[in-house]
């Protein structure tokens, strides 16, 4: 069994920062690729950040320059950083992972998710 936890969303205002975090735990060999979307209301999830194992990331248009996604392999632990932020912002946050487990199967997870409001 995994699972994936985050915290840090809230309510800041526009300009603000905020920092996401999600751990993995569980029965865990190891996690491949780790990431951040997010969903506005009425709309599909879509990707914010993402990052390999060895640390190669891309970002979405909207949010280059903005955010930061990083990483503890050691922690089984994915952040992202978001500064500057805008009320198009706004939007449930879910971290994604791609985790091998001790059986050596790969599946894809999913946290629960986690509000991001930003106000005026």
């Known amino acids: 069994q995994v699972q994936l936890v985050e915290s840090g969303g809230g309510l800041v205002q526009a300009g603000g920062s905020l920092r996401l975090s999600c751990a993995a735990s569980g029965s865990i060999f190891s996690i491949n690729a780790m990431g951040w979307y997010r969903q506005h209301p009425g709309k599909q999830r879509e990707l914010v950040a993402a990052s390999t194992r060895g640390g190669s990331t891309n970002y979405a248009d909207s949010v280059k320059g903005r955010f930061t996604i990083s990483r503890d392999n050691a922690k089984n632990t994915v952040y992202l950083r978001m500064n500057s932020l805008e009320p198009e912002d706004t939007a449930v946050y879910y971290c994604?992972?791609?985790?091998?487990?001790?059986?050596?199967?790969?599946?894809?997870?999913w946290g629960q998710g986690t509000q991001v409001t930003v106000s005026l």
């Open positions: 994604n992972a791609v985790i091998v487990s001790l059986r050596l199967t790969v599946n894809d997870y």
